[in-house]
C-alpha cells in the first residue's frame, strides 16, 4: 500500500490593490478610473456597471457620476466597489471691468476677474492668438475685443467687450459779430465731440460753460 499525500491549497484572497481617478472637467465626459487587483485565479476580468468587461481595470471618458467596478477571476469569484467621478467646477468669467479711452486714444484698460476651474488662468483679449498670465490688460484703443480665460486645465470662458474712446473735439459751429463803431463785437461758439459736458474759454480767461463771449 503506497500513502500518497496530495496538498489544496486555494488561491490568494482577491483584492484590489491601486486606485486611480480623473474628474471630468470643461462640462464634458473625460473622467477616468483606473484599477489593479490581487489574488484570484487568474486572468482576472474588470467590468464597469456590470458592463463592458476587460481584461484591465483603466476606464476612460466617463461623465461625472457613481459607478460599481467589479473584478471576477476564472473561477467566478469576484469584488466590487463603488467610485464616484466628480465634475470640476468649470472656469468662468465674473466681471469685467473697462477703462475707456481718452481722447488721446492709445490708453483704455480691460481687468478680467474670473474664478473656478483650475488655477493657474492665462487670459487673451485677442480670441486666444496670444494668452498672458497677467489678468490686466492696458494701452488699448478703441475696438472689440473677444476676451478668453483658459484654466490649467484647458477649459475656457468668453465675452466680447467694446471699448469707444470719444471723438474728436472740434468746433460745431462760431458765429461772430463783428464789431462796428456802435456795437461791440462777439463770439458764439458750439463744440462738438469729445465728452460733453464742455467749457469754454478765450484768450488767458478761465474755462467756463459761457459758449458766448461778448464786449470784443
Not at 490568494?12 to 486606485?19: A, D, E, I, P, R
Not at 487673451?124 to 497677467?134: C, K, L, R, W
Amino acid at each position: 500500500i503506497k500513502d500518497t499525500v496530495i496538498f489544496i491549497s486555494a488561491p490568494g484572497q482577491l483584492s484590489f490593490t491601486n486606485f486611480g481617478l480623473t474628474p471630468s472637467s470643461c462640462g464634458q465626459n473625460n473622467g477616468s478610473i483606473s484599477s489593479t487587483a490581487f489574488g484570484g485565479t487568474p486572468p482576472l476580468t474588470f467590468s464597469l456597471n456590470g458592463a463592458n468587461p476587460q481584461a484591465t481595470g483603466n476606464y476612460n471618458g466617463l461623465a461625472a457620476g457613481s459607478y460599481l467596478l467589479s473584478v471576477v477571476d476564472d473561477n467566478g469569484c469576484f469584488i466590487d466597489t463603488t467610485i464616484v467621478v466628480t465634475q470640476l467646477t468649470s472656469v468662468s468669467i465674473n466681471s469685467i471691468t473697462l477703462t475707456q479711452p481718452t481722447c488721446a486714444g492709445g490708453n483704455g484698460v480691460i481687468t478680467i476677474n474670473a474664478s473656478g476651474g483650475q488655477s493657474p488662468y492665462d487670459y487673451s483679449i485677442d480670441n486666444g492668438t496670444t494668452f498672458s498670465p497677467s489678468n490686466i490688460f492696458n494701452s488699448l484703443s478703441s475696438g472689440t475685443y473677444t476676451v478668453i480665460v483658459e484654466d490649467a486645465s484647458g477649459c475656457t470662458a468668453s465675452s466680447v467687450v467694446v471699448l469707444n474712446s470719444p471723438g474728436n473735439l472740434s468746433y460745431a459751429s462760431a458765429t461772430v459779430v463783428q464789431p462796428t463803431c456802435l456795437v461791440q463785437g462777439s463770439i458764439t461758439v458750439q463744440g462738438n465731440g469729445g465728452t460733453t459736458p464742455y467749457t469754454y474759454a478765450i484768450g488767458v480767461n478761465p474755462y467756463s460753460a459761457n459758449n458766448t463771449f461778448n464786449n470784443l
